[in-house]
């Protein structure tokens, strides 16, 4: 609960501050200098970062999210069998394993000079076979 009033008192110290005031505590805070003029944005920003510091940032489990939020999507035109395993499941009322994948490729199934997988041209093969075999 301590740390939530001195939270609050450096709050209310940073909001008294002059703009730059601001910028001189931000260089303090983040080690390096700011462009900006927005009182709003400066103590809030410094607010931000001097209870991360307290409190010790974001933990293992949100740094591996947003890590994985911000990395690029595999593009469809090329998955390995797994990522089109993956995709099937989540489009689809059953799982698909990696392994019914590999057995319509064995059967049939178009892939890439790379061997990975254009979704919607094995899409498109599952739904001629299935029409072939009258499912």
């Known amino acids: 609960m301590a740390e939530r009033l001195n939270m609050a008192r450096?709050?209310?110290?940073?909001?008294?501050?002059?703009?730059?005031?601001?910028r001189g505590r931000y260089v303090e805070v983040f080690g390096e200098a700011t462009?900006?003029?927005?009182?709003?944005?400066?103590?809030?920003?410094?607010?931000?970062?001097?209870?991360?510091?307290?409190e010790g940032g974001l933990s293992e489990r949100a740094r591996r999210r947003a890590?994985?939020?911000?990395?690029?999507?595999?593009?469809?035109?090329?998955?390995?069998?797994a990522q089109v395993a993956?995709?099937?499941?989540?489009?689809?009322?059953r799982r698909?394993?990696?392994?019914?994948?590999?057995?319509?490729?064995?059967?049939?199934?178009p892939t890439n000079g790379d061997g990975t997988i254009n979704l919607?041209?094995?899409?498109?093969?599952l739904v001629k076979e299935m029409s072939n075999r009258g499912d």
Request: aromatic letters at 6%; zero cysteines; proline letters at 4%.
């Open 96 to 109: 698909i394993t990696e392994a019914m994948v590999r057995a319509d490729i064995d059967a049939g199934a």
């Open 10 to 22: 450096e709050v209310a110290a940073l909001k008294r501050m002059t703009v730059k005031e601001l």
């Open 35 to 54: 462009r900006s003029g927005n009182k709003d944005w400066l103590w809030k920003r410094i607010a931000w970062r001097m209870q991360a510091n307290a």
């Open 67 to 81: 890590r994985d939020m911000t990395a690029e999507p595999p593009k469809i035109t090329a998955l390995t069998p």
């Open 120 to 125: 919607v041209h094995f899409a498109a093969w």
């Open 86 to 93: 993956k995709n099937l499941t989540a489009a689809g009322n």
